[in-house]
């Protein structure tokens, strides 16, 4: 047993959420290569987030058992197959294939990376290792994006993928000398037991806070960079990328949770106040300023984190069983949520204008505060008895 996660585990935590957010500071850019509308160039977000949301359901039924070094050798292969395919046919219609098959990849490669940071490690060092693992996940969305900004304007657009799909390789070596582990982490989900845990209100609120929070934060993340273009058309992909600078944020707020759940009690406090955050950080971004947008993106993210993590934990110690369930449907309205949003919001903009998706979004937001009422509610005693 480790004491902390192999390094190999957490250079793959790392470059997942780095390649799920590649194309965003490069979407404006790449409208105009592939000579096409706004709304179209984001779907090549849509692409990959939905299978993110529904294949860690089908893949319970698919892989389960399947070895976790199995899984991760298999997985990193395609994800670099796929980035090589975008970089090698620069098209949109190739790009958007890729980015399907990302989607169908990434849920494999995240759920048995994060199976062998937990079950390879000592039970006393699992906490620690999973910070690690969520820190891996945090920086990389950053690197993922600033990456793809300065490699863009160093070389061209379709080089960022060819990198990526190098760093990929790059972990093919040190997977191949992990120890085989046993199954790869997935569960099937059991409709019967899903609906009673939806039917409860405190569950049935939190996923539909999630959907909603993650609907607007990969609305807010792909379309901004399309208004600071139109703001200023001179505005660098590499500015592009150090927009999301906020996104680091997440690390202060991972980290810091227990302290904050210790001092703000009943943890629906932290929930409403990360509300806030979102909302002040959504509409300040009426301001057409670049640097008055990275300053909100802190407030923005911070929000989206602090509201992320707390209803992850307050979920799973809701319940004394059934946490793979819990799990796998908060990720399904988690995922499918952003996929929406990445598509819904871009017709907005591309019909409207960026003032209209600002306040469907703050809409929403003010809508999760109604919920909050539901969310306070422990689930009764004959309801959480295992069925």
Same mark, same amino acid.
């Given at each position: ?36 509308? &706004?709304?179209?160039? !984001? ?5 990959? $987030? /939905?299978?993110?949301? #529904? @294949?860690?359901? *089908?893949?319970? +039924? ?30 949109? &219609?190739?790009?958007? !294939? ?5 989607? $169908? /990849?990434?849920?494999? #490669? @995240?759920?048995? *990376?994060?199976? +062998? ?271």
């Amino acid at each position: 047993m480790y004491t902390r996660p192999p390094l190999v585990i957490l250079y793959l935590a790392l470059l997942a959420p780095a390649a799920l957010h590649l194309p965003q500071p490069l979407l404006p850019s790449l409208t105009d290569l592939f000579e096409i509308e &706004s709304a179209d160039t !984001a779907l090549l977000m849509t692409a990959t $987030l /939905l299978p993110l949301g #529904l @294949m860690p359901i *089908a893949y319970g +039924y698919l892989l389960e058992g399947v070895s976790t070094r199995t899984m991760l050798y298999v997985s990193a292969i395609g994800i670099a197959i796929t980035q090589l395919w975008m970089w090698a046919m620069p098209d949109y &219609s190739n790009w958007f !294939a890729a980015r399907v098959a990302l989607g $169908l /990849l990434l849920p494999a #490669l @995240m759920t048995a *990376a994060m199976t +062998y940071a937990s079950a390879t490690v000592e039970k006393s060092a699992r906490p620690h290792a999973m910070g690690l693992y969520i820190a891996g996940t945090i920086i990389g969305g950053f690197f993922g994006r600033m990456m793809a900004g300065w490699v863009s304007e160093s070389f061209d657009l379709v080089s960022p993928p060819l990198v990526m799909a190098f760093l990929y390789l790059c972990a093919i070596p040190a997977l191949h000398k992990l120890p085989r582990e046993a199954g790869a982490g997935f569960a099937r989900i059991r409709w019967s037991i899903a609906k009673d845990i939806f039917a409860l209100p405190r569950f049935r609120a939190a996923y539909t806070t999630t959907f909603i929070v993650f609907f607007i934060f990969t609305a807010v993340t792909t379309l901004l960079p399309f208004e600071m273009r139109r703001i200023d058309p001179l505005v660098t992909n590499i500015e592009l990328g150090l927009l999301y600078l906020g996104y680091l944020v997440g690390l202060i707020v991972s980290l810091n949770i227990r302290r904050l759940k210790a001092r703000f009690k009943p943890e629906t406090r932290l929930v409403i106040s990360g509300l806030l955050m979102y909302i002040i950080g959504t509409v300040t971004l009426l301001k057409d300023d670049y640097l008055y947008a990275v300053g909100s993106l802190f407030f923005f993210c911070g929000g989206m984190f602090l509201v992320h993590t707390t209803l992850t934990g307050l979920l799973n110690r809701s319940l004394d069983h059934h946490h793979g369930v819990i799990n796998g449907l908060y990720l399904a309205f988690y995922y499918t949520g952003g996929a929406l949003g990445s598509h819904i919001p871009s017709r907005v903009y591309a019909n409207s204008d960026w003032e209209s998706v600002i306040f469907l979004c703050s809409g929403l937001i003010i809508f999760t505060l109604f919920l909050i009422h539901e969310l306070k509610q422990e689930p009764a005693l004959e309801d959480s008895k295992e069925k």
